[in-house]
């Protein structure tokens, strides 16, 4: 016994922390197809269009709540701000 007791606590130490079941939690990714970064606050929040738009859209912030103008060239795909983690925005 004295030489396997070494070898039960390793196999049981690596089970304490392998993940055999499914992993809960995981952050929602940022990722949106349109954004805008805000010309107010400079934060990146997602464009209210569901497609690239011919010209200028308006989209107001959730952080400042201000409404601003946006060319199509002020469009891009990005991550949105980490301040919007917390609050589900809809386009």
Same mark, same amino acid.
């Given at each position: 016994? &004295? *030489?396997? %007791? *070494?070898?039960?606590?390793?196999?049981?130490? !690596?089970?304490?922390? &392998?993940? =055999? *079941? !499914?992993?809960?939690?995981?952050?929602?990714? #940022? /990722?949106?197809?349109? =954004?805008?970064?805000?010309?107010?606050?400079?934060?990146?929040? +997602? &464009? +209210?269009?569901? =497609?690239?738009?011919?010209?200028?859209? /308006? &989209? $107001?912030?959730?952080?400042? !709540? $201000?409404? #601003? #103008?946006?060319?199509? +060239? $002020?469009?891009?795909? %990005? =991550?949105?701000?980490?301040?919007?983690?917390?609050?589900?925005?809809?386009?």
């Amino acid at each position: 016994m &004295a *030489g396997g %007791g *070494g070898r039960f606590f390793v196999d049981y130490f !690596r089970l304490m922390f &392998a993940y =055999t *079941g !499914r992993v809960f939690n995981l952050p929602q990714s #940022r /990722v949106c197809d349109y =954004t805008v970064r805000c010309k107010g606050c400079g934060e990146n929040i +997602p &464009a +209210p269009v569901l =497609t690239m738009p011919d010209s200028w859209i /308006v &989209a $107001e912030c959730p952080l400042c !709540r $201000e409404k #601003r #103008r946006y060319l199509p +060239p $002020e469009i891009f795909r %990005g =991550t949105l701000s980490y301040q919007l983690r917390s609050r589900r925005v809809r386009p």
